[in-house]
């Protein structure tokens, strides 16, 4: 019964930031890592960011060093990305994901659009 539910996708204009959010259910989600990927048109998905259980590691993908940064909550079942300096070529449906008990647990997406 894992349900992960990601907001806070939209329109945004080169330069601009936006923060998404991931609420999480179904699992104790103290306990594990989380991570968002992306996947633009005509893209593969790939590694956005990753945070461990207690927020005290966190790595991004070489292009998102320095522009996003990752966050939990884990009060709040809710893992943040803060988008900064973005790009036309961030332009994507970003996912949360979490691997729970050997598989992988995905929501359905938000869509982020990055365009003058």
């Not at 960011?49 to 909550?73: L, N, V, W």
């Not at 988008?83 to 995905?106: F, I, Q, R």
Request: proline share 3%; net charge positive; hydrophobic share 30%.
């Amino acid at each position: 019964q894992v349900q992960l539910v990601e907001s806070g996708g939209g329109l945004v204009q080169p330069g601009g930031s936006l923060r998404l959010s991931c609420g999480a259910s179904g699992f104790t989600f103290r306990l594990y890592t989380m991570s968002w990927y992306r996947q633009g048109p005509g893209k593969e998905r790939e590694l956005v960011a990753r945070i461990t259980s207690t927020g005290g590691i966190t790595s991004y993908g070489d292009s998102m060093k320095g522009r996003f940064t990752i966050s939990r909550d884990n009060a709040k079942n809710t893992v943040y990305l803060q988008m900064d300096s973005l790009k036309p070529e961030d332009t994507a449906v970003y996912y949360c994901n979490v691997a729970w008990h050997g598989l992988n647990y995905w929501g359905k997406g938000t869509l982020v659009t990055v365009s003058s």
